[in-house]
């Protein structure tokens, strides 16, 4: 899992610059530190949920290379193995631990719980497809 982290954040941190190969500096988070425990994107703009003792999400926008603190994620479920994946414009946070799954508008700017169920085992992974999510171990 940490590498999966490292290199995530590698790429948010920064860019790629194909035809000169080489890797250009971008933007670092500013909390960045605490941890960044699940990311998903939606359209040109990259979601960090940091899993530190506020429970912080940030949004990483490329075009203007900044980072912009959203809305707090204020459930005690945030302590707790977090994977993130995006579906139509929605990001998801799946607390395995607890087996609660969370979506955060970027566009309302909230959370909202959208099920809680009983887990019979933690999955390590998980990504989009379509309308679908897959998870695996």
Known sequence: MKKVVLILVAFVAMAT???????????????????????????????????NTLGDMWEYNQVTDSWTQKATFTDTAWNNTPLGFAIGGIGYILFQDYGTLYAFNPVANIWETK???????????VFAVGNKAVFGT
Not at 30 to 40: K, L
């Open 17 to 51: 610059n194909l035809m000169a190969d080489s890797w250009v500096q971008k933007a670092t988070n500013p909390n960045m530190g605490t941890g960044m425990d699940a990311s998903f994107s939606i359209g040109n703009k990259g979601y960090c949920f940091q899993r």
């Open 115 to 125: 099920t809680t169920y009983s887990l019979t085992t933690i999955w390590s992974v």
